[in-house]
Every structure is written in structure tokens, then in C-alpha cells.
């Protein structure tokens, strides 16, 4: 890709920094279970459930509960972003563009979170022996050859709910384009105030509805098929994960074997792992 940077010249009679429009870093990070490690690979540990016996009889021998326990694992990756400013550049330039690349690159990095997140929901999770674990057909709602509908939404959470989530202590979180925002706008139950109190119609946009947190990404998955469909998502808070082993590492260094150019690099490391079919939902909305 050709360096655009003289793009910022004095000729443009610009002052000042233009980001484009570009999603402003991580929307979903907050939405997850976020840990942080040290090491190449983590271990999410999971117990199960288990059951009470009664006590029939005084004296009577004390029962061992055998609790069971698995594991998920996630191996971290790391991702990096550099940028090289010539001197020559920057004597032509009104600002000095370091801080707003560093910027630019914090943003997409955030994004990339953003990517694992989603990958991480319906891909193959890893368990402790190392095997992949597909989320099953259950935990997915047919595209029907409809987009988002109230009943897809109605479906989801009853998914959740079957499978006995904690609702009133986890957070349940809908993630879904503008497109789906646009159908869901049209259901006259989600705009009229008879049916809720967040007002979407007048404002325009839903944040929360059935107890569900609304996240409008243009990330997420889509297929080319007989429809063209988006996996949307519902998922628990608890039911993905995100380790980072170190935040966002920016070094703005000087490149000898570049002209002496400053370089602008940042790095980090980081995985998704989904940790529990259950709580997580995959909507397929046909989008052709």
C-alpha cells in the first residue's frame, strides 16, 4: 500500500487530525469475563453442578459430592502495528502525526478484540485435553429466511433461560448490526411506549430490551449462501472469555536503518475462548 502521509501536507491547509468514520476501538471487551496472565496459554477452570442426598438415618455415613470439574484453554496470540514518519515529513507537516497513529493503531487493536470475541462465541472452544468443543445446533436459531425478528429474540433468551442461567446475577448481552437495529425498530412492541420504557423510537436506538444489553457492531460473521445470513449473538457475561497478557505497548523510537525515521509501534497479546455452550446463542438473520 502506497504511504499516504503527504496527504497531511501544509498544501492540504489542514490543522489538524481527521479520523475517519471507523468503529472507536473495543465495544465488546466490556461485555465479556476479561483476565489478564502472564503466560502463553491460560486456564479457565469450571465446576459443575452437583446434587444433596438426604439424611435418612442419624449417624448415617457422610456422602462424598465428587464435584466435577473441566477446564477451557486458551493460547494467546500477539499483535503488532507499526508506522515509519520520515524527518523529511514531518518538516512539511503542521502536526506531529505520532500521537494521532498511535491513536489510529490503538483503535484497530481494539477492534481486533472485538474479532476474537466474536470468533471465540461460535467457534470451537479448547478443553483441558486439548480437544475442540463445537457449540452445538441447540444453542442456534434457524434464519427461518427472515431477518431479526421479536420471536428469534424470544427464542434466544429462552435458550438461555431452559439451560438455568443466572439472569438476575450475569449480564445478558445482544449483539447485532444496523441492520437488525433498522428491523428491530420496525416491531412496534420494541418502539411503542405500552410495551417498554426505553423510548427507541424517539431516540432512535435500543440499549436494552428483555433484560438483554444491545451492542450494534458491523463485525460480526457473515455467510454467502440460499439466504446470505449474520450470525447475531446472545450470550451470558460469564459465558466468554477475554486474557490479555499485557495492555497495548506503544514505543516511538527512532529507525537508524530507516533514515533515522521515527517509528510508531504498538503491541499486545491476547485470546477469546467461548467457556460455556450454554450461554451463548448464535441468531442467524438472513441479510440477502
Known amino acids: ?144 429466511s427472515t431477518g431479526m425478528t421479536l420471536a428469534k429474540w424470544l427464542s434466544a433468551r429462552e435458550t438461555l433461560m431452559t439451560a438455568d442461567v443466572d439472569m438476575d446475577n450475569d449480564e445478558c448481552i445482544m449483539v447485532i448490526s444496523a441492520h437488525e437495529l433498522g ?15 426505553i423510548r427507541a423510537l424517539m431516540s432512535g436506538e435500543i440499549n436494552t430490551y428483555l433484560g438483554c444489553k444491545v451492542i450494534v457492531t458491523q463485525r460480526l460473521t457473515t455467510a454467502t449462501g440460499t439466504p446470505d445470513t449474520r450470525s447475531c449473538l446472545m450470550f451470558m457475561k460469564s459465558g466468554i472469555g477475554l486474557v490479555v497478557n499485557e495492555e497495548i505497548k506503544t514505543i516511538i523510537s527512532d529507525r537508524p536503518d530507516l533514515s533515522h525515521a521515527d517509528q510508531v509501534y504498538l503491541e499486545y497479546n491476547a485470546a477469546a475462548m467461548r467457556l460455556e455452550e450454554e450461554k451463548v446463542v448464535e441468531i442467524l438473520c438472513d441479510i440477502s
Open 1 to 144: 500500500m502506497a504511504n499516504t502521509i503527504s496527504n497531511a501536507f501544509v498544501e492540504q491547509f489542514k490543522s489538524n487530525v481527521i479520523h475517519l468514520s471507523q468503529q472507536m476501538g473495543s465495544r465488546l471487551e466490556p461485555c465479556v469475563r476479561k483476565e489478564t496472565s502472564n503466560g502463553e496459554k491460560y486456564n479457565f477452570e469450571r465446576i459443575g453442578s452437583t446434587a444433596d442426598e438426604a439424611k435418612t438415618t442419624r449417624h448415617k455415613a457422610t456422602p462424598t459430592a465428587d464435584v466435577p470439574h473441566s477446564r477451557r484453554t486458551v493460547t494467546l496470540g500477539t499483535y503488532h502495528w507499526a508506522e515509519q514518519i520520515d524527518n523529511d515529513d514531518q518538516l512539511k507537516l503542521l502536526i506531529s502525526p505520532k500521537s494521532e497513529y498511535a491513536k489510529a493503531a490503538a483503535m484497530a487493536m481494539g477492534r481486533r478484540k472485538d474479532d476474537l470475541i466474536i470468533a471465540a462465541a461460535t467457534g470451537n472452544a479448547v478443553d483441558g485435553d486439548g480437544n475442540n468443543v463445537a457449540l452445538g445446533a441447540g444453542q442456534q436459531i434457524a434464519h427461518g
Open 183 to 197: 428491523e428491530l425498530l420496525a416491531i412496534e412492541q420494541l418502539t411503542s411506549a405500552d410495551y417498554n420504557s
